[in-house]
């Protein structure tokens, strides 16, 4: 099995941010990785936003949501898809490919990157273990960046789910995944100031209870802002609406990242997604339902 035969999808939810981020999404994609790719839409979707990621050589499929409580949870959808791509990479749709990002996809282990800014934190974790009752203690770990009252100890285990590597001979574990998921996001009480991450959280318990071989994928291949000031490699920029706003110098007037004082290799690969962040709004102004709403892309000053 070759690494561009590896499935990519991303799971699409019926609002306006979320189709102006596809578009981009399909965009980058396309230019950087020759694997199978499909699109999962949960609720409506514009007629011409449809046409468009068809015509672009994408698969369309539609699913419901997979549980109210979680709709972040959504994102497993292709990995409990019968149909499911055997070997697949799932990600957010505000994660923008700038190379090719399969290459690090491994068949004999599930990967997903590090946690970012240690959410939620150790003590959480260690609540969490001791509430469902499992015996094994939780293992300290670093997020690569600080979070609340500069904490950066988290679960070594913790993760991002921005981007999520399941190949086929641990492709059943989504389904203990999903169950754990449901169990947290009906007893959202014990995550406490986490319960906005119970997608995260719950493949965290459950591959420690399973005893899943897992690994950190990359950061460099779910680079938030954070992370461009002090790394020479990029594979996949996560621009997420709820880190943008932090970074509002991040961005010029033309909605484009900044390059100034990067290292050429960065330079060059920034330059090349800010010309499909170009065409991406010349595309979704011929959108009617994302013609108005295409300021909310890469807006500094949206917050969701």
Not at 225 to 248: D, E, F, K, M, R
Request: aromatic content about 10%.
């Amino acid at each position: 099995m070759q690494h561009n035969q590896v499935g990519v999808a991303t799971v699409v939810d019926a609002h306006p941010r979320f189709w102006c981020e596809l578009v981009l999404w399909v965009l980058c994609i396309n230019q950087q990785l020759r694997n199978p790719k499909r699109v999962y839409f949960v609720g409506e979707v514009p007629a011409k936003l449809d046409a468009f990621v068809r015509d672009s050589g994408v698969e369309v499929r539609h699913a419901k949501t997979l549980m109210a409580h979680s709709p972040h949870c959504n994102k497993l959808i292709p990995f409990l898809d019968p149909d499911g791509f055997e070997n697949q990479i799932v990600t957010d749709c505000d994660v923008f490919a700038t190379d090719d990002f399969s290459s690090f996809f491994r068949f004999d282990q599930i990967r997903l990157p590090p946690n970012n800014h240690a959410v939620p934190p150790l003590t959480v974790f260690k609540d969490v273990f001791a509430k469902l009752g499992l015996k094994t203690v939780p293992e300290p770990g670093l997020s690569i960046f600080p979070g609340e009252g500069n904490n950066m100890e988290t679960f070594a285990g913790n993760v991002s789910s921005g981007i999520i590597c399941i190949p086929k001979p641990l492709r059943d574990f989504a389904e203990r995944w999903r169950s754990q998921a449901e169990w947290f996001a009906e007893n959202l009480e014990v995550l406490g100031r986490a319960s906005g991450h119970v997608d995260q959280i719950s493949f965290a318990v459950a591959a420690t209870r399973d005893q899943i071989p897992f690994s950190h994928f990359p950061a460099q291949a779910n680079a938030i802002l954070q992370l461009l000031p002090v790394i020479h490699n990029l594979y996949a920029l996560h621009l997420t609406s709820g880190h943008i706003p932090n970074y509002p110098d991040a961005f010029d007037g033309l909605r484009h990242l900044r390059t100034d004082g990067l290292p050429r290799e960065l330079h060059d690969k920034i330059a090349e997604f800010n010309r499909q962040v170009d065409v991406a709004f010349d595309v979704l102004a011929d959108i009617p339902e994302t013609a108005a709403c295409r300021s909310i892309l890469l807006n500094p000053h949206y917050r969701r």
